[in-house]
């Protein structure tokens, strides 16, 4: 179980990382050809997405990694979740059903990390 944990860590860290960094550092005008949602926020508001999603990517890997405060990795899982599932309800408002499955499939990869890291507490 926990090379799965690892891997799906793993995975979860790098999509967030590098979507926080691509959030935090390209202008808003430049996401929205690809992120029309973008649209609908404040530039500062996209950039603390951004922030978010880098710092849960971080979140999930060196806590655990340390052994410094591992509480922190189910924790970083779990605000990952919360973005999922804002996220989710952004694009069904704005009738963007084909991002729905990806959303899913990430709010469960970051609740399964969630769920059996504080198990393992």
């Known amino acids: 179980m926990n090379v799965a944990l690892w891997i799906v860590t793993g995975i979860l860290a790098a999509m967030y990382l590098f979507a926080g960094l691509t959030k935090s550092f390209t202008p808003k ?5 690809n992120m029309p ?11 603390f997405i951004g ?3 880098f710092a849960g ?7 655990w990694l ?31 059903q084909k991002s729905l499955p990806f959303n899913v499939v990430l709010l ?9 890291r504080f198990v393992q507490l």
């Not at 990869?109 to 969630?114: D, I, K, T």
Request: no cysteine.
């Open 66 to 96: 340390t052994g410094i405060a591992p509480v922190l990795t189910p924790l970083a899982a779990t605000g990952l979740v919360i973005v999922q599932i804002l996220a989710i309800v952004v694009h069904v408002r704005r009738g963007e």
């Open 29 to 33: 005008d430049k996401l929205a050809a």
């Open 37 to 47: 949602w973008v649209e609908d926020f404040s530039p500062g508001i996209v950039t």
């Open 57 to 63: 990517a971080v979140g999930l890997v060196l806590p």
């Open 108 to 116: 469960l990869a970051a609740l399964f990390v969630a769920i059996f």
């Open 51 to 53: 922030v978010a999603e």
